[in-house]
């Protein structure tokens, strides 16, 4: 906005005003009277152009950003805490309780024994905030002595945690409140509210499914994968708890009975012939090719929520593949045994099935 008000600009404007009959070269006494003057201005467009960014949410960043959004109502996510599923075993293989409270660690984070599940079966708290507490499963190691402990392991990941909301995010979410008008339990507003609930990725909302006052909310998770019952049962507590549905207890208005289900997990099996460049094979590089259809396939479920159904494309599928390094050409491309796109229905997102390669 103030790109030309530099300043050799300011300079030669402040200098036009004084008259010719005056010394005006540089180093003369007029020139260096004015110039301190003009720099400070300079100094000031510069700051002034920093100041108009960070007023407007399409250019504010962080802070900035944060309390641009706090005037509509939309406040910033912060991290949340992973709760995971554990199994505890004794000398002889059969289940052990543990006190409530004891910690384990995986080598790098915490988690907090918070809840018991079943026999030997208990809830977890990473005591690190986001996407870290999901990422590992495995052997635990007790951080407190449990007499009789001879094998921990950490399991399912009953409820996501998530990383502070990033600004792409929030902006998104900003611009979503001028779009639509979330109010008294429209789907706007239920898809405003559910979205907020700690390891909820989107949601389709589904009105008057099963008559009047029925509201279902199909869920994906923040991993943009095919939620847990666990955490289907925990989203529905939160939204109209059972027992207490349409009595207004959750985010639902009074009157509203709400049914929280899963997004469907459709397996999408891929085939295909590829050609490899020097030094590299099938083995070196299939871990490579399933995590670059995965990627495609996240990128699918991302975009679920405001589609009216997926489509997985072969061309799609090839390309991801063709980025692979060490992967030079592919053919026979085949989805499920055949050659058309998949499409699938409006509450389903593809999942990676069993990835085959033929000889080329």
Not at 35 to 61: Q, W
Not at 108 to 117: C, K, L, Q, W
Not at 130 to 154: K, V
Not at 326 to 354: F, H, Q, R
Request: charged share 20%; with cysteine; net charge negative.
């Amino acid at each position: 906005m103030y790109e030309n008000m530099t300043f050799e600009n300011i300079m030669e404007r402040c200098l036009a005003r004084v008259p010719d009959t005056v010394d005006k070269r540089e180093g003369s006494v007029i020139y260096d009277a004015i110039a301190p003057a003009a720099a400070e201005l300079a100094n000031l467009y510069i700051e002034l152009g920093t100041i108009m960014d960070r007023a407007f949410p399409d250019t504010a960043t962080d802070v900035d950003l944060t309390k641009k959004a706090q005037e509509r109502g939309v406040f910033r996510q912060p991290a949340t805490y992973a709760v995971r599923k554990g199994y505890f075993e004794n000398s002889q293989g059969g289940s052990l309780d543990i006190p409530l409270g004891t910690r384990f660690s995986d080598g790098n984070i915490n988690y907090r024994v918070t809840e018991r599940i079943a026999a030997g079966q208990y809830r977890l708290v990473a005591e690190t905030a986001g996407t870290i507490g999901n990422e590992y499963f495995g052997n635990l190691f007790p951080i407190d002595f449990i007499e009789g402990l001879a094998a921990a392991t950490l399991a399912d990941v009953l409820i996501p945690g998530e990383d502070e909301e990033t600004d792409e995010a929030l902006r998104e979410r900003y611009y979503e409140t001028l779009k639509s008008q979330a109010f008294g339990g429209n789907i706007a507003d239920y898809r405003n509210k559910v979205k907020l609930i700690q390891g909820v990725g989107d949601a389709k909302i589904i009105p008057v499914w099963n008559g009047g006052g029925t509201v279902k909310v199909v869920l994906i998770d923040s991993e943009w994968s095919v939620p847990s019952p666990e955490f289907v049962d925990y989203v529905q507590n939160e939204i109209d708890p059972v027992g207490y549905q349409g009595q207004g207890i959750g985010l639902a208005p009074i009157g509203h009975v709400v049914t929280v289900a899963a997004v469907t997990g459709v397996e999408i099996d891929v085939s295909f012939t590829l050609t490899f460049d020097t030094g590299y094979t099938w083995e070196t590089v299939q871990e490579d090719v399933k995590n670059a259809i995965k990627s495609y396939f996240v990128d699918l479920a991302k975009s679920w929520a405001d589609s009216t159904s997926l489509i997985v494309r072969v061309s799609q599928i090839e390309t991801k593949v063709l980025n692979v390094e060490g992967v030079i050409d592919i053919a026979g491309t085949k989805i499920n045994g055949g050659t058309a796109n998949i499409s699938l229905d409006a509450t389903s997102i593809p999942v990676l099935g069993v990835v085959t390669n033929g000889t080329a």
